[in-house]
T-cell receptor, first 112, second 108 residues
């Protein structure tokens, strides 16, 4: 396994509550990414990080924030969860160059 | 931004059949990747193929960068080939843009 883990694997939360998803890597890769996967949309980039404390928005960043205080951890926070954020969230890592892209196992989030 | 289109969106195959999946992209790229998502949701990198042809067992991929497309061939399909196949191309700062995927179901 490539040394990337996501937690939790499943979560059910109520509308309006804050939620934090964690991505942990042991590969010392520089780049980390958060994607969401929804039927009919494929994988869409939420936020990504290109180093400690260096992050940038992806194409669907509204309602999400991220933090990366150390190389191995990339956190995704939904400040106030909405039903439209029900999705499967994937973390990915890569070194310099995207050819080594590796995905975590995903987190299935349901907002009720 | 860069557009990635995959066809066909859905495909049902009889075990043993061959198939071709297509990925078109809107801008010039210096590499392209194919991923497979199995029925349990796990995403696996199949090919990194900026140009030319690569083979991995019963799967092979061809990218014609000058014409902005890539093809993924599945030969003698097996039920384990079921899942969603994604192609992805790079843009910006080490990011990948994904197509919407090809859903493949192989029936015994």
């Amino acid at each position: 396994d490539a040394g990337i883990t996501q937690s939790p694997r499943h979560k059910v939360t109520e509308t309006g509550t804050p939620v934090t998803l964690r991505c942990h890597q042991t590969e010392n890769h520089r780049y980390m990414y958060w994607y969401r996967q929804d039927p009919g949309h494929g994988l869409r980039l939420i936020h990504y990080s290109y180093g400690v404390k260096d992050t940038d928005k992806g194409e669907v960043s509204d309602g999400y924030s991220v933090s990366r205080s150390k190389t191995e951890d990339f956190l995704l926070t939904l400040e106030s969860a909405t039903s439209s954020q029900t999705s499967v969230y994937f973390c990915a890592i890569s070194g310099q160059g995207v050819d080594g892209y590796t995905f975590g196992s995903g987190t299935r989030l349901t907002v009720v | 931004g860069i557009q990635v289109e995959q066809s066909p969106p859905d495909l049902i195959l009889q075990e043993g059949a061959n198939s071709t999946l297509r990925c078109n992209f809107s801008d010039s790229v210096n590499n392209l990747q194919w991923f497979h998502q199995n029925p349990w949701g796990q995403l696996i990198n199949l090919f990194y193929i900026p140009s030319g042809t690569k083979q991995n067992g019963r799967l092979s991929a061809t990218t014609v960068a000058t014409e902005r497309y890539s093809l993924l061939y599945i030969s003698s399909s097996q039920t384990t080939d079921s899942g969603v196949y994604f192609c992805a191309v790079p843009y910006g700062n080490n990011r990948l843009a994904f197509g919407k995927g090809n859903q493949v179901v192989v029936i015994p």
